[in-house]
């Protein structure tokens, strides 16, 4: 049974005084042991989020990594520096980061290996834009992305990562994907993951769904067979994070 995983996407939002508040103010309200909870925080976030969140049932996680072990690599964070900061989980390739800041799936793959071997628990995204859907194209651009994503990663550590699927029109846009939507892209990277690794590892590895997840819709996403968990971003800095975060009860 895979356990579920509900991740908050802080983005670029709480300064570390305002991010402590917000950990204060859920701690009580994403008490859940059914399901792992973690805060995808600001970099500048992270020292005061894990020191803010000891002793609770919440990880801390980065957004982003680079991969090269250290050097002369001006505004980067390394794996290391992750690890001994105290942070778990490592978001990489999420769409804004693509779009932004023109991440490849190559690199999204080197930032995979290296936070694999500094024990980090990535979470690597990937996500069709509305007009690759209309156009057909979401299954086999979804395929490329986990391929070259998952690329020279054995089956041992692949099971150590976790896919977010976040279609692009979904992101910050009010408009969820239907659960049939979610589930139906979601069934096919875990086939896919079967065709790459085998049905073992395939059933292994956690897939989140995320875009425009809330309360609201959540116990209905996350019901779906293939669905582990999810990836919110707007609701995660609400007290409706409480309520995804306890969908089940
Ligand atoms: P959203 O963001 O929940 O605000 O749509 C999700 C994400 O981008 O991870």
Redesign the pocket.
Same mark, same amino acid.
């Given at each position: 049974m895979r356990k579920k995983l509900i991740a908050g996407?802080w983005k670029m939002n709480m300064t570390p005084s305002e991010g402590i508040a917000l950990i204060g103010t859920l701690k009580d309200l994403v008490k859940n042991d059914e399901v792992d909870v973690c805060y995808c925080v600001p970099a500048i976030d992270i020292v005061p989020a894990v020191e803010a969140t000891k002793g609770t049932n919440v990880a801390i996680g980065a957004q982003n990594l680079y991969f090269e072990e250290k050097g002369a690599y001006t505004g980067e964070i390394s794996a290391s520096m992750l690890v001994d900061a105290g942070v778990k989980y490592v978001i990489m390739g999420?769409s =804004?980061r693509r779009g932004y800041f023109f991440e490849t799936n190559e690199d999204i793959n080197k930032k995979a290996k290296k936070a694999l071997e500094h024990g980090l628990t990535p979470i690597m995204c990937c996500g069709e834009s509305l007009e690759q859907r209309q156009q057909g194209l979401t299954i086999s651009w979804i395929r490329e992305q986990i391929k070259v994503g998952f690329e020279g990663i054995s089956a041992e550590d692949a099971v150590k990562i976790v896919i977010a699927y =976040?279609p692009i029109w979904? $992101? /910050?846009?009010g408009v969820t994907a239907t659960s049939e939507q979610a589930e139906e892209v979601c069934a096919d990277i875990r086939k896919y993951l079967a065709e790459l690794y085998d049905a073992k590892t395939a059933d292994t590895i956690r897939i989140l769904y /995320?875009?425009?997840?809330n309360a609201a819709n959540a116990a209905e996403l996350l019901a779906m067979a293939d669905i582990d968990g999810g990836? $919110? /971003? /707007?609701?995660s800095l609400k007290t409706d994070f409480g309520k995804i975060v306890n969908y089940n009860k």
């Amino acid at each position: 049974m895979r356990k579920k995983l509900i991740a908050g996407n802080w983005k670029m939002n709480m300064t570390p005084s305002e991010g402590i508040a917000l950990i204060g103010t859920l701690k009580d309200l994403v008490k859940n042991d059914e399901v792992d909870v973690c805060y995808c925080v600001p970099a500048i976030d992270i020292v005061p989020a894990v020191e803010a969140t000891k002793g609770t049932n919440v990880a801390i996680g980065a957004q982003n990594l680079y991969f090269e072990e250290k050097g002369a690599y001006t505004g980067e964070i390394s794996a290391s520096m992750l690890v001994d900061a105290g942070v778990k989980y490592v978001i990489m390739g999420h769409s =804004e980061r693509r779009g932004y800041f023109f991440e490849t799936n190559e690199d999204i793959n080197k930032k995979a290996k290296k936070a694999l071997e500094h024990g980090l628990t990535p979470i690597m995204c990937c996500g069709e834009s509305l007009e690759q859907r209309q156009q057909g194209l979401t299954i086999s651009w979804i395929r490329e992305q986990i391929k070259v994503g998952f690329e020279g990663i054995s089956a041992e550590d692949a099971v150590k990562i976790v896919i977010a699927y =976040e279609p692009i029109w979904a $992101i /910050g846009t009010g408009v969820t994907a239907t659960s049939e939507q979610a589930e139906e892209v979601c069934a096919d990277i875990r086939k896919y993951l079967a065709e790459l690794y085998d049905a073992k590892t395939a059933d292994t590895i956690r897939i989140l769904y /995320g875009g425009s997840m809330n309360a609201a819709n959540a116990a209905e996403l996350l019901a779906m067979a293939d669905i582990d968990g999810g990836l $919110i /971003g /707007g609701a995660s800095l609400k007290t409706d994070f409480g309520k995804i975060v306890n969908y089940n009860k």
